[in-house]
């Protein structure tokens, strides 16, 4: 009689059972998609029929089927999907993983973002391209304002011998200015100065090498007069006060930066620059695997902080935003800035930090983020 029971009581309790088929259409996940979460171990059926197989749900499972229908549809990975279905009421944990993940989606737009305004700026140099350098293009720029530009740009020169066109500072004459911009993909930076006999319009820029950026600087000195500057085709030369250098500058196809340098950051931080050199110096650091030789780098951690300032902290702030950058490279930038107040901008923990002055018109500088491991 016994037996008999618990037969009967396991033929009602299978009778309530939904199939696999009817929590498809109930739940908008396909039959084979609740077959691969059953392998995978997050949506397991509450019987499955020993002789064929087949699949039986409960039917408070229906509610695990719609959740989990959500959370595909924002790509949420198996671990955390796995992780939202596991977690016990109350604790948290759920909204946790949702959270993480929504970061990690607003830092891809965020990456997404910054690429379609480089390709839209490729396609507009495409449609309207830039003049070429005139044959013979002379610039006469005051040699303080030059020398003091080519110190806030020179840090950032790249020396990869397999990018020659970063193996230098791009000098773009653009009416009135000479634009000075200096990448080696990890860090940027641009100052401008005011010349004279630029052309009317925007034209091509020249890549002036290493070795002649440093010679020009050497040349500079503390000069107070007025430097005369050549590009001719593939030659760059210079006087100031009488001496004379020149040397070959090939053509060379700059990167494009001036999407990096439109985009309107979320936050802007306002502080003195011996502040935060001194914070950079004595913060807590992290070494992490980075760097343009792949090598370890020691990194520091800026993070909001709740009253809109800005703070050197040894670990990311899990509800607020921590950008990491190399410390070598930010005490480069900080030292290459005007003295006195800084202006921060931050877009997100992968997006350029940008560290300018408050001058507009000063050079300024952009760090390029290291990400840091889950």
Same mark, same amino acid.
């Given at each position: 009689?016994?037996?008999?029971?618990?037969?009967?009581?396991?033929?009602?309790?299978?009778?309530?059972?939904?199939?696999?088929?009817?929590?498809?259409?109930?739940?908008?996940?396909?039959?084979?998609?609740?077959?691969?979460?059953?392998?995978?171990?997050?949506?397991?059926?509450a019987w499955v029929d020993p002789q064929t197989g087949y699949r039986?749900?409960?039917?408070?499972?229906?509610?695990?089927?719609?959740?989990?229908?959500?959370?595909?549809?924002?790509?949420?990975?198996?671990?955390?999907?796995?992780?939202?279905?596991?977690?016990?009421?109350?604790d948290g944990e759920a909204q946790r993983v949702l959270d993480t993940?929504?970061?990690?989606?607003?830092?891809?737009?965020?990456?997404?973002?910054?690429?379609?305004s480089l390709i839209r700026a490729m396609i507009d140099q495409r449609?309207?391209?830039? /003049?070429? #350098?005139?044959?013979?293009? +002379?610039? =006469?720029? %005051? @040699? &303080?304002? $030059?020398?003091? !530009?080519?110190?806030?740009?020179?840090?950032?020169?790249?020396?990869?011998?397999?990018?020659?066109?970063?193996?230098?500072?791009?000098?773009?004459?653009?009416?009135?200015?000479?634009?000075?911009?200096?990448?080696?993909?990890?860090?940027?930076?641009?100052?401008?100065?005011?010349?004279?006999?630029?052309?009317?319009?925007?034209?091509?820029?020249?890549?002036?090498?290493?070795?002649?950026?440093?010679?020009?600087?050497?040349?500079?000195?503390?000069?107070?007069?007025?430097?005369?500057?050549?590009?001719?085709?593939?030659?760059?030369?210079?006087?100031?006060?009488?001496?004379?250098?020149?040397?070959?500058?090939?053509?060379?196809?700059?990167?494009?930066?001036?999407?990096? /340098?439109? #985009?309107?950051?979320?936050? +802007?931080? =306002?502080? %003195? @620059? &011996?502040? $935060?050199?001194? !914070?950079?110096?004595?913060?807590?650091?992290?070494?992490?695997?980075?760097?343009?030789?792949?090598?370890?780098?020691?990194?520091?951690?800026?993070?909001?902080?709740?009253?809109?300032?800005?703070?050197?902290?040894?670990?990311?702030?899990?509800?607020?935003?921590?950008?990491?950058?190399?410390?070598?490279?930010?005490?480069?930038?900080?030292?290459?800035?005007?003295?006195?107040?800084?202006?921060?901008?931050?877009?997100?923990?992968?997006?350029?930090?940008?560290?300018?002055?408050?001058?507009?018109?000063?050079?300024?500088?952009?760090?390029?983020?290291?990400?840091?491991?889950?």
């Amino acid at each position: 009689m016994e037996s008999e029971h618990h037969a009967e009581h396991d033929s009602a309790s299978r009778s309530a059972l939904r199939s696999i088929g009817e929590l498809a259409r109930a739940s908008g996940l396909g039959v084979g998609t609740l077959r691969y979460y059953d392998g995978a171990e997050v949506l397991t059926p509450a019987w499955v029929d020993p002789q064929t197989g087949y699949r039986w749900y409960r039917p408070d499972q229906l509610a695990d089927a719609r959740l989990l229908a959500r959370l595909r549809r924002v790509g949420l990975p198996l671990a955390d999907v796995r992780a939202v279905l596991a977690a016990a009421p109350g604790d948290g944990e759920a909204q946790r993983v949702l959270d993480t993940h929504l970061r990690r989606l607003e830092d891809g737009l965020a990456d997404a973002r910054r690429e379609l305004s480089l390709i839209r700026a490729m396609i507009d140099q495409r449609e309207q391209p830039m /003049t070429t #350098t005139p044959a013979e293009l +002379r610039l =006469a720029v %005051p @040699a &303080a304002e $030059l020398a003091a !530009a080519l110190d806030a740009v020179r840090f950032a020169v790249g020396g990869d011998p397999e990018l020659p066109s970063l193996a230098g500072v791009l000098f773009e004459p653009d009416g009135p200015l000479l634009r000075l911009v200096a990448t080696d993909r990890y860090r940027m930076a641009f100052a401008e100065v005011p010349v004279t006999g630029g052309p009317q319009e925007p034209t091509a820029g020249t890549v002036v090498p290493t070795p002649l950026v440093d010679a020009l600087r050497a040349l500079l000195g503390a000069s107070s007069g007025e430097a005369v500057l050549t590009l001719s085709g593939e030659l760059v030369r210079a006087e100031v006060g009488g001496h004379r250098i020149e040397g070959a500058a090939p053509a060379l196809d700059y990167p494009d930066y001036r999407a990096l /340098t439109r #985009t309107e950051p979320r936050h +802007r931080v =306002a502080l %003195p @620059a &011996a502040d $935060l050199r001194t !914070a950079v110096e004595t913060g807590a650091t992290r070494t992490v695997p980075s760097g343009p030789d792949g090598a370890d780098c020691e990194v520091v951690l800026l993070a909001l902080t709740p009253d809109g300032g800005l703070a050197v902290t040894a670990d990311p702030d899990p509800d607020g935003l921590t950008v990491a950058v190399n410390r070598a490279y930010l005490l480069d930038a900080l030292a290459a800035a005007r003295p006195g107040q800084l202006l921060l901008e931050l877009d997100g923990p992968i997006s350029p930090l940008a560290i300018r002055s408050a001058d507009p018109a000063d050079p300024f500088s952009l760090l390029m983020p290291v990400r840091l491991s889950a």
